[in-house]
């Protein structure tokens, strides 16, 4: 500290404090951002990353990992449902919501310690903290300034809510996470796959559940005849679903129960109001006026070769640039980045054939074109499909459908898309990417053997288009 006087006023004047250099700072420690952190500090580079939250990010937290067990939670009860079918007598009565939270619970934290460990055995610098950007080279957190040759934006999205009266009032997907009690009765707002997994989460937890969505049928961007056949699915099930429905104010009651106004002036009474409209970037805590970033009119982070930003020595991968929010496809960002920055080599992120999986009840697995798309890109066309009845409802009398279906450009034989709306669509789906990926044509499906008796030997089975 310096100090000098200038007449009867002492004027004190700090030394700026050095500053650590790091080759590359990344801001959020969630999937994307612990693996661009590990791969660079690998390869020899010093890296920081640093969290606000809590380490793995949104889908370890408070994301598709603890919905998963839930999911898994929820489904008991329709497996519970064929026990007697089997021979199994059993009770089912006495589902504890506090046993399933609590359990989730530990199970994210041992998941939060395994990351710490991951990111501190890779000889990374951990910093707690909500870092914003100084210059576009400078970073502060907590009061501490850091500076890095590199900058990643790995910051993720966070729930979105509609400006409408009452919102206060309503959860978001990450509040149904530490709920203390489960509602009697929930209506789940929206048409995105979020709502659709928490409808049947609830559903299965034994809430009466209903779900709103302002559109004409919900899942956009979904093939329309999975979209049909998934919703028909839960409304057997027992799920209440309300399309081309627009609230407009939700009220708290003196019982804490919420009141929901609708456009055509009807209302409805419920324990729990959950939104799940969406996921916008997580932006706005960075400072990025402070830089000369851009951002897209969705407030994205605006991204050209190699995932650089408008700034040369600044860079964003996952939710937080909006292309497709999955956690598969930030890891394989991270690692795309890192490999081009640091590893001098020039690889590229490929989206196409990007299998994902909706873990509705029942599971959704999707990978390729639907058959709309496949329509507009191609002139001729087949469609293969098959609707059946489970083997594992066969003795029950259960009337839940398995729905596969595969799109083929008829003029190279070359499968276009597959999906499925069933159980463990995800899991098989995963496996048939794999030939997508490798540009299987269908005669190679009709030449694999199938695996006898399985729903997935129904995509090898598949002979007459309809």
């Known amino acids: 500290m310096i100090v000098s006087v200038e007449g009867s006023v002492i004027v004190e004047k700090y030394k700026e404090r050095a500053v650590k250099e790091f080759d590359l700072f990344v801001i959020g420690a969630g999937s994307g951002g612990v693996r661009a952190s590990r791969l660079a500090a690998g390869l020899g580079k010093s890296v920081a990353v640093a969290e606000q939250e809590y380490l793995g990010g949104t889908c370890v937290n408070v994301g598709c990992v603890p919905k998963k067990l839930f999911y898994y939670g929820a489904h008991l009860r329709d497996d519970f449902s064929l026990a007697d079918s089997f021979g199994w007598s059993l009770n089912t009565d006495g589902f ?54 590199n900058i990643l934006i790995a910051s993720g999205s966070r729930s979105y809510l509609p400006d409408i009266p009452g919102n206060e009032h309503v959860i978001t997907s990450k509040d149904v996470f530490y709920l203390d009690e489960l509602p009697r009765k929930v209506i789940v707002v929206g048409g995105g796959y979020i709502a659709v997994e928490f409808a ?38 027992g799920i209440t679903i309300r399309f081309n429905s627009h609230i407009t104010r939700i009220d708290k009651l003196t019982n804490c129960q919420k009141k929901v106004t609708y456009s055509d002036g009807s209302m409805r009474v419920v324990d729990e109001v959950l939104y799940a409209t969406g996921r916008i970037p997580y932006t706005d805590h960075l400072l990025l006026e402070n830089t000369q970033v851009e951002l897209t009119n969705k407030g994205a982070v605006r991204i050209f070769d190699n995932f650089q930003t408008s700034v040369p ?12 929010q999955l956690t598969p496809v930030a890891l394989s960002e991270a690692s795309s980045l890192i490999a081009n920055l640091f590893g001098h080599k020039n690889q590229t992120m490929d989206y196409e054939g990007i299998p994902t999986a909706v873990f509705s009840n029942p599971n ?68 048939m990417a794999v030939a997508i990926k490798a540009g299987a044509t269908k005669s190679v499906f009709d030449s694999t053997i199938g695996i006898h008796p399985t729903a997935a030997e129904e995509f090898v089975t598949m002979r007459t288009p309809g």
């Open 364 to 431: 959704i697995g999707t990978v390729g074109l639907t058959e709309e798309q496949a329509r507009e890109k191609f002139n001729n066309v087949d469609v293969y499909r098959s609707r059946f009845t489970p083997m594992k409802h066969s003795l029950s009398g259960g009337d839940e459908k398995t729905f596969m279906k595969m799109i083929v450009d008829k003029d190279s034989d070359k499968v276009l898309g597959l999906h499925m709306v069933g159980d463990d669509a995800g899991e098989i789906i995963q496996g």
């Open 200 to 237: 049947g989460i609830f559903n299965g937890l034994g809430v009466e559940t209903e779900l709103d969505y302002r559109g004409e049928l919900f899942l956009r961007g979904f093939d329309d005849e999975v979209r049909n056949v998934v919703a028909d699915e839960m409304v057997k099930k």
């Open 96 to 149: 504890s919501w506090k046993t399933l939270r609590n359990n989730k619970d530990k199970e994210i934290e041992r998941l939060n310690n395994v990351y710490k460990g991951l990111l501190e055995n890779s000889g990374v610098s951990l910093i707690q903290g909500t870092a914003r950007f100084v210059d576009n080279h400078t970073l502060e957190v907590d009061g501490t300034r850091y500076r890095a040759k």
């Open 313 to 324: 020595s600044i860079y964003a991968i996952g939710d937080v640039i909006d292309r497709m």
